[in-house]
Each structure stands twice: as structure tokens, then as C-alpha cells.
């Protein structure tokens, strides 16, 4: 009787493992899919942000800025400056890529384009940008800043006292924003006077600012006309 019922039964039980397999499998397909997606989304968006700092750091107006910081730099303290670029998504900020140096003393044994690049910087760094983006502007002074990576930096480079100054935050797509900033520093203990910041300031807004604006207008209209 009971084998009888159970050779019943065995037609019933297959098709029930059959359905739980099939669920099984096409759960695992799904989710299989729903990565897939995710990567590709990632990829297209990492080739994303890689050509706008790629087609940055080869931008047409290098030289005219380049010469405004030298007079900059003959006008002040300021010893090193420096345009930095970040394309992380439209709140989390976590590398930056440096595009733009200036030494005064072309000694330097610094290469901030080559060594700033891709930079994963920590919650330090990423507070004191979204301060310079609130603010327009802020001054640090390296002995007062807790230890982190940027205090590091400085203290390597012998930056005594820096100028951040925020140029802008540009929409790229829906997922992602090009933040862009520039650090003007010096390796006076005394820090900059109101002339130094001045210069800064004159320099900034009636020059580099407006010019690395024309410099991202004019990638825009190239990038829309391919």
C-alpha cells in the first residue's frame, strides 16, 4: 500500500523539484542579470569620468593660466599652486586627480600631476572641499590641521599655510558632477598678508577662474559636436 502510494507519488514530487529548481534557477539568472547591469553601468561610467579628466589635463588654455600664476606668484608669497579635478558621483567625493602646477622654484621635486592622480583622499580632505564649495574660499594652516592625509602632504612638501579656492560643480550625467577647486600655498611660516590674499583673490576671479570655465564650455561644445 505504501509503495503503491509512493511510485504515486513520484511523478507529483519530480515536477515539484522541477519547479523549485526552475525558481532556483531563474532567481540566479536574475541576479546574474542585475550584476551584469550593475558592472556595465559602472564600466560606462568609470570611461565616464577617465575622459573628462583625460581631455582636462590636456586643456587648451594651460599656458595663458600658467602666466597668470607667474604673476601671481611674483606678486605674493604663494610658492605653489595647484588645480585639482574630482568626478565621483553627485555627493560622495573619495579621489581627486590634480591637472594643473605651478612652482615657483621649478626645483621641485614634486610632480603633482603625476603623483596626485586618482587620489583617494579621507574625511578630512573631503570636509575641508565641501567647506571651500560652501564657502567659496578657506585658508589652512598646516600645523592646526589634525592628522591626516592632507596635513601629510603638506608637511612633505613644506606647505606651511594654503588658500583653497572653489571654481565650480558641473553636472556630467545623471549619476555624476565635476567638481573642480585649486590650492594656492606657500612655505612662509608667516602665512599669507592681506596683499598676498589679494593677489589671490585679483588673479583668481578675473582670470583663472573665467578661463578654465571657457576650458570646460569649450569640451562640452566639442563633445557634443562627435
Partial sequence: MITTILIALIPTIGAIYQTIAKNRLDKRNKELDIELERQKIETQHSAIKYDVVTQLL????????????????????????????????????????????????????????????????????????????????????????????IKDIYESEGVKWSRWKFICRLNIDERNDLIAYCSAATFNEEGFNNKDLLAIKLNFESFIKPTFMETISEMYNNNNKT
Fill in 58 to 149: 590636456k586643456f587648451s588654455q594651460y599656458q595663458k593660466i600658467y602666466d597668470t600664476v607667474i604673476k601671481m606668484m611674483n606678486d605674493s608669497n604663494v610658492d605653489r599652486f595647484l588645480i585639482f579635478v574630482a568626478v565621483n558621483g553627485k555627493t560622495e567625493l573619495r579621489k581627486v586627480t590634480c591637472i594643473f602646477q605651478k612652482y615657483k622654484h621649478d626645483d621641485s621635486n614634486v610632480d603633482a600631476v603625476s603623483v596626485y592622480k586618482g587620489l583617494k583622499v579621507d574625511n578630512v580632505y573631503v570636509q575641508y572641499l565641501y567647506d571651500t564649495e560652501k564657502k567659496g574660499a578657506i585658508t589652512l594652516e598646516t600645523e592646526k590641521i589634525e592628522p591626516s592625509l
